[in-house]
């Protein structure tokens, strides 16, 4: 099957503005930009046909272009990452089979997560969308609750059933867990990516902006509030820390993860 990733791209954030272009320094010191960092972690995700950045913005064009990565322009009323992907289908000159949405906040993700969410959609053709859940260790889930109860709104939970299929997604640390064992019940930390066949994809733009959606700011609640399944796809870390460029406090937590890990 045909795998495409996009890496949707904004300058515009009202946590932190121009952050696709922000610079993080790996193991050996050396600064890339946090969009050639997302760039980088799409490149090394195996059987991917293309990758392209999504973007509106002649910077993150630019600075894109200059390390050798593709781009995409996408309308500059796309007001998520979704909408940026589903725009940009139709400017691909070859059709492709799973469009992967690897957020460009988020160059951590191991090639192992997006991997999981391709396998899931190519062996189960019942399902739409995938997404992948890490769950948390002691250390992570502390990061989480320190985040919210600075009031600094960062990583997603989410929760699901039995069959795998979300039932939410939040900006709160869900289930509520303050004073609960830590085995009692798991947290799991929503990663940024999904994978789409390319017909639920371009059916997103076409749906309502629900209440659930704006409250919390989070695009893939469309799909829930309009009865279309979002399969959770359970990934292990396998010694990697996982985190998300959300804040500029957020900074120096993925430049000790990549000095610790050894990432270039």
């Known amino acids: 099957m045909r795998t495409v990733i996009f890496i949707p791209a904004r300058y515009q954030s009202s946590r932190f503005p121009g952050k696709s272009l922000a610079v993080l320094r790996g193991a050996t010191g050396i600064a890339k930009s946090l969009i050639e960092r997302s760039w980088d972690a799409a490149t090394q995700v195996s059987s991917v046909a293309e990758v392209f950045v999504l973007t509106d913005d002649a910077r993150i064009a630019e600075a894109t272009k200059a390390f050798g990565g ?36 988020a160059p951590l ?25 890490l769950k948390t260790a002691a250390e992570h889930l502390a990061k989480l609750q320190t985040d919210r109860k600075a009031g600094r709104v960062g990583a997603t939970t989410a929760v699901f059933g039995a ?92 430049e000790a993860i990549m000095a610790k890990e050894g990432l270039k």
């Open 163 to 254: 069959n795998n299929d979300a039932l939410y997604f939040s900006k709160e640390v869900l289930p509520f867990y303050d004073g609960a064992p830590q085995d009692a019940v798991s947290v799991f930390h929503h990663v940024g990516c999904y994978a789409y066949k390319p017909e639920t994809l371009m059916h997103y733009n076409g749906l309502p902006e629900g209440p659930l959606e704006k409250r919390e700011g989070l695009e893939q609640l469309r799909f829930l509030e309009n009865a279309i399944p979002v399969r959770c796809v359970e990934v292990e870390s396998k010694g990697h820390d996982f985190w998300e460029l959300n804040n500029p406090s957020d900074v120096p937590i993925i």
């Open 109 to 133: 993700t191991p090639p192992h997560y997006v991997e999981a969410l391709i396998d899931a959609l190519a062996e189960d053709p019942t399902i739409h969308m995938a997404t992948p859940v």
């Open 70 to 105: 593709n781009v995409l322009m996408t309308p500059p009323e796309c007001r998520n990452g979704t909408e940026r992907c589903a725009a940009a289908v139709a400017l691909l000159s070859e059709p492709a089979d799973i469009i992967v949405n690897l957020q460009g906040d």
